[in-house]
């Protein structure tokens, strides 16, 4: 689940009160806007260029109920996004790279992460005449429905399937030894 830091100090900052302001609004509320604004960048601009973003947009992903091109004003206005560019044609979200651009960086630094270790997995096969289940017919591991059969979603945060678990298992055989002991717990 993503997040982004939010201080205590922007309840009074002089930003925070110049976009309440403007929109004629709380700071409560201003604050709840500034957040939906900030939520919406991280998977919609993670880079923090709004380069091709209309106010529209924007407006509409953070369910502003009055004229879309006030709200994207009173961003510009109180300083939380820049112009830039030639004839300042261009936005960005202000200090992005400071904020909300750290979790993008973990994000990315996290994918390169799992590509590695995914990676290192391909290369490791089960060695299934060390394993104490070689001896039996059973299969490795008992077969998991899909939470579609059982009348969930597909949700990808759901239950494993039994290629992710026999990946797991390799994983742990091979940082622990092919005679670990590894059950599965639902």
């Not at 991280?42 to 953070?62: H, R, W, Y």
């Not at 290629?163 to 390799?170: F, G, K, L, P, S």
Request: proline fraction near 5%.
């Amino acid at each position: 689940m993503a997040w982004t830091e939010s201080h205590q100090a922007l309840a009074t900052h002089r930003k925070m009160l110049d976009f309440a302001s403007e929109l004629g609004i709380g700071r409560a509320e201003a604050i709840g806007w500034l957040h939906l604004f900030w939520w919406w960048a991280l998977d919609n601009a993670p880079s923090g260029n709004l380069k091709g973003i209309k106010a529209q947009q924007i407006a509409t992903a953070v369910a502003w109920p009055n004229d879309s091109n006030s709200f994207l004003s009173a961003l510009i206005n109180a300083g939380f996004v820049d112009r830039c560019g030639r004839g300042a044609t261009g936005m960005r979200i202000h200090n992005w790279n400071k904020y909300g651009g750290k979790l993008c960086a973990a994000r990315d630094a996290h994918k390169q992460r799992m590509r590695r270790s995914r990676a290192a997995l391909d290369n490791t096969t089960l060695d299934k005449s060390r394993s104490d289940h070689s001896r039996s017919e059973k299969p490795l591991l008992p077969p998991t429905p899909s939470p579609a059969a059982c009348g969930g979603s597909d949700d990808p945060y759901g239950e494993p399937t039994d290629e992710e678990v026999a990946a797991t298992v390799a994983a742990v055989n091979k940082r622990f030894g092919k005679n670990a002991k590894v059950r599965r717990v639902r």
